[in-house]
């Protein structure tokens, strides 16, 4: 049985009918799955991705466990949901969707690479499942404090430009002291926020022992 679509693939009601196999998809939704999230922006729906594999059926696998990689970048979606059958997924693009948290990856336990800027997200968190993630991209969200990363012990690369970091009444080193949590750490891009103390270059980079590249 062949793994993506084919031109000679159709769907019959709820079945896939492929070169003599008809088979159910009802692990996708019900047509009148609620598309709507709680504050009325669009859902990701099961359906949804049924949608989405149907159309890009170049692209991807209509198993959702065996794709690598997923582009759901301007959608509009205020949530993570549905993620937990994309277990071998390694590379997430969700930039500019206005997000408003980092839960609901935390099945995605092979993710390599997580690019969530653009977003309106204020609490580093849900990441404690990714022990394989290298980089991370958080730039132009809400944080103001670093945190979560303890987990991710293959991280190299994070970046957090145009953030609130140093906003937090604690002050920027206090801010910051979640990147100590995280040794590995080779390249951090922290542009654009509110570090201010002097302090800091003592207090947490000299003491990040993996550091080579440094935007501040």
């Known amino acids: 049985m062949t ?8 769907v019959n009601g709820d079945y896939i009918e492929s070169r003599g196999y008809r088979h159910r998809h009802n692990y996708y939704g019900e047509e009148e799955e609620d598309m709507k999230d709680i504050d ?19 692209k991807y696998y209509r198993t959702p466990s065996l794709n690598e990689k997923l582009y759901l970048h301007f959608k509009g979606f205020s949530y993570i949901r549905n993620m937990e059958q994309f277990t071998g997924l390694k590379c997430l693009y969700f930039e500019g969707n206005g997000c408003k948290s980092l839960k609901g990856l935390e ?15 204020k609490v ?16 132009e969200n809400m944080i103001e404090k670093i945190e979560g990363l303890e987990k991710c012990i293959q991280l190299d690369t994070i970046h957090l430009k145009r953030n609130r970091i140093g906003r937090c009444k604690e002050g920027s080193i206090e801010a910051c002291k979640g990147l100590l949590a995280r040794p590995s750490l080779h390249c951090v891009d922290l542009q654009d926020n509110y570090i201010e103390e ?14 080579k590249v440094l935007y501040c």
């Open 3 to 10: 793994l993506r679509s084919h031109d000679d693939d159709r």
């Open 40 to 58: 009325g922006s669009p859902m990701m729906t099961n359906r949804f991705f049924w949608e989405l594999f149907k159309k890009e059926w170049k």
């Open 107 to 121: 099945h995605c336990i092979e993710m390599r690479s997580l690019f969530m800027q653009e977003n309106m997200i």
């Open 124 to 139: 580093m968190e849900g990441l404690d499942t990714m022990p394989e993630l290298r980089q991370l991209n958080l730039s």
């Open 198 to 211: 002097q302090e800091i270059i003592d207090e947490i980079f000299v003491k990040m022992p993996n550091l």
